[in-house]
């Protein structure tokens, strides 16, 4: 308690129960290693006016290449060549393909730039447009959302983990996508309702997932995702 009661400064991955903030009355900074921060923001936090600073930008190599990497599993049907090594399996190219990226952030500019090298037609959506890089070929706001929806082999949802990004793919968007593309979910775990989800996998409106994030964490041992052959459960 006495520690506790001194501390100016706390650096936290995990978001502090209020039990524990409460039981700092110097703490007057508090940093998390995310770029959203909207979970730290608890009733004591904001009461007390303490300042709360995110990392924004850090990810931008890790969450790309880690959306490439989902990109190929899912274009190259890796999980089920793993598990049977001679199925008669029908992978795709992935040169030529839509990439749709919803979340033109710091980790979607990357990851446009090293899909445009790798020969794909990139489209984006971005709260705010200024201007159009070179490595996206086409930009919009939230009313683009549909049609980038219509027109992807691969979307992937790089969005911050805020209330406007809840249930942001209702069964309208997930029924707009091609029966043959894949969504992969990088963002926050609550933009897409996982019931809906696991209706849209198991009756065929896509072709499959790859999921980083969930509403609850850990993904509970009852989830129906755990048993779909077509999803990518990533920790």
């Known amino acids: 308690e006495r520690q506790l009661a001194n501390i100016d400064v706390a650096?936290?991955?995990?978001?502090?129960?209020?039990s524990l903030t409460t039981r700092m009355p110097s703490l007057k900074w508090l940093h998390v290693?995310?770029?959203?921060?909207?979970?730290?923001?608890?009733?004591?936090?904001?009461a007390r006016a303490i300042q709360v600073t995110g990392s924004k930008g850090i990810h931008g190599v890790v969450f790309s290449e880690f959306a490439l990497a989902c990109i190929f599993a899912l274009a190259k049907k890796l999980p089920d060549c793993f598990d049977a090594q001679w199925k008669n399996l029908q992978p795709m190219e992935v040169e030529g393909r839509t990439l749709g990226i919803v979340g033109l952030g710091t980790a979607g500019s990357q990851l446009a730039r090293k899909a445009k090298a790798l020969g794909m037609r990139v489209v984006a959506v971005k709260r705010t447009v200024t201007g159009r890089?070179?490595?996206?070929?086409?930009?919009?706001?939230?009313?683009?959302l549909p049609r980038l929806l219509t027109e992807s082999d691969f979307v992937v949802l790089l969005l911050a983990s805020v209330p406007s990004t809840v249930n942001i793919l209702r069964e309208q968007?997930?029924?707009?996508?091609?029966?043959?593309?894949?969504?992969?979910n990088l963002t926050g775990g609550?933009?897409?309702?996982?019931?809906?989800?696991?209706?849209?996998?198991?009756?065929g409106w896509i072709a499959g997932a790859a999921l980083d994030a969930f509403a609850r964490?850990?993904?509970?041992?009852?989830?129906?995702?755990?048993?779909?052959?077509?999803?990518?459960?990533?920790?």
Do not use: C
């Not at 968007?173 to 992969?184: D, H, Q």
């Not at 996982?194 to 849209?200: I, K, S, T």
């Open 217 to 235: 964490q850990p993904l509970p041992v009852e989830s129906e995702l755990w048993h779909l052959s077509n999803v990518i459960l990533t920790p």
């Open 33 to 46: 290693t995310r770029g959203g921060v909207s979970a730290y923001l608890t009733p004591d936090v904001k």
């Open 11 to 18: 650096f936290t991955e995990a978001p502090l129960p209020e």
């Open 190 to 203: 609550r933009a897409v309702d996982e019931r809906l989800l696991v209706r849209a996998l198991k009756e």
């Open 133 to 144: 890089p070179d490595y996206v070929d086409e930009l919009g706001e939230p009313d683009f």
């Open 173 to 184: 968007e997930l029924r707009s996508m091609k029966p043959s593309a894949y969504l992969i």
